[in-house]
């Protein structure tokens, strides 16, 4: 983002083009297998990409693992164990693929009977590339910002919310950093760090993400607040 | 007149035809040159028809042509699309040396010379026996998960030869040393098909196919093929109508030139019997409005499949706001999120059920069909087509 290294917030918007793996899982056995030979880009795609893919409404669980194993497999309990896994608790990809693996190999000791696909679809393992496009969207002040966030497409609130977070190692994502570094608006960077962007579609963490820009702007004019 | 990108700004997301113009700086003045076997009729040419001029005015030089062939050819290819979805077929080596001179003929007749060239299923497959330049892409848009394997090994010596592989879904990928693409095919909302159409249009062609509005109405619409259980609907349907009035709309075509679909229309019409509440509705193949109108006037639409390609009826009428009860097969699982857009069932007490909640669910109707549409508009449409067509062309050409 060049946008933190200067004063000018530039958008950048993605594309994933996904690309089959040929791996598939049949049941939870064999997901767990899979899921420690797969590429980290697997999981990534299947934990992340996820909400690129839901712009506008998430499934019931925020992440595929979850979804296969509630509905395709029909485990609900797997499916609630997986489905409350926050990325945000893990320091690297590594360690989120560990805790899938060690919930569903606890999950698995429980049961007697190995549960797998008996009517839906088998897991099939999917991997993105993920290319970039600069939006040609830029902003200088918060307003200018308000605005541009409201208009632009939604992969670009993607990029900088999560692929920032996870690929390019940005804990809090570029538009906290840019607000908090570039605009110096500590409280409004706080209150959008806190909010916890695996719970929304993206299209809902921008309505989201607009009502804090709003009443900052409400407050102070320029966002600042009382704590600038 | 011609439908133009600009066209899609006011169905499409927010920002995406900015984000197309953006996206396709990556691969401006850039050719490709599409080869499919027919110019007309079928998905793959309805959806080229649409795709080539918006390629264009973006900025790509897309070309489209189409393989030219006798009847041993096309006897062959026919064959090759039964037996790559599983159906055992006679394949003759006649036949074979017709598909393998055809593709030699039409290799000398057509000018391959695009940086992308995006070969369209089996028929002009082996034309990349006669490559001299440019990235080659094999888009293969039929269900090719349990393929008869002599026919597969076949076309798979020429599958192997290009640079990536591209299908509709995950479980239709086979074991190839080739990067293989997922896209999922899409629907075109300004089409006849999917166009916004008022309650006079709609009034006027339920009228014409003598289809009262005076009770809610659960709709099927595919061709008469026991795959898409037509059957199993009408006993869905009979389980529901003991406390739910409400009509049936089967709507299929095919059945014409078809021996097995004329079997299977006759099994439903059967199964239907003198119902007055069930309308059993042969259409021809270019009924795109009437089916259009059909969906729209749905209050539930079905798509009872027990096998499935990928099933676009689904993301047609989620478009037009439709909850949708589907079969838990193919690309009807990627359609269809449980709870959320609609349903997927496995059994005829499982449709049935879910019809009897939705009846009874207005408020819940509504907001499924709110979200399915948007759901549609962020993943089925064209313009995301037209977005993965041009990564796609950017990846392979950048190393993919």
Known sequence: ????EGKVFEFIGCVELRQILGKKAEDEKQLLDLLEEVPLDSVY???HEYFLRH???LGPYPNDFANWAAIQVRDRVLGERLGVL???????????????IAVIDDHLTKLRMIPRVGYGEPFHFIQSRIVTVPMGITARTLEEFRGALAGVDASSIYFHAFEARMRLNRRDGDFVFWIREALGLQELADRLANTDPYMFSLEQLRARLLGLLDEALAKGGDGRGGSA | MAVRLEDYREVAPAGTVDFLYRLSERVKGMSMLNVNSTKYGGGVAEILHRLIPMLNEVGVEARWEVIQGGGEFYACTKAFHN???GAEQVITQKMLDAYVETNRENAKRLLLDAEVMLIHDPQPAALIDYRTVGKWIWRCHIDVSQPIRRVWNFLRQYVVKYDAAVFSLPRFAQRLPIPQFLIYPSIDPLSEKNRDLTETEV?????????PRDKPILLQVSRFDRFKDPVGVISAYRIVKKHNDCRLVLAGGGAADDPEGKAVLAEVQAAAGEDPDVHVLDLPPDAHLAINALQRAATIVLQKSTKEGFGLTVAEAMWKGKPVIGGAAGGITVQIIYDVTGYTVNSVEGAAFRIRHLLNSPDV????????KEYVRQNFLITRHLRDYLTLMYAVVNGG
């Open chain 1, 55 to 57: 712009k506008y409404i």
């Open chain 1, 45 to 47: 795609h299947h934990t």
């Open chain 1, 86 to 100: 926050d990325p945000y608790d893990f320091a690297s990809l590594e360690a989120l693929r560990d805790e899938i």
């Open chain 1, 1 to 4: 983002m060049k946008a933190a």
């Open chain 2, 203 to 211: 009034d006027a062609h339920l009228g014409r196919l003598k289809i």
């Open chain 2, 83 to 85: 037996a790559l979805q």
């Open chain 2, 365 to 372: 109707r509504e907001k499924m069909g709110q979200d399915a």
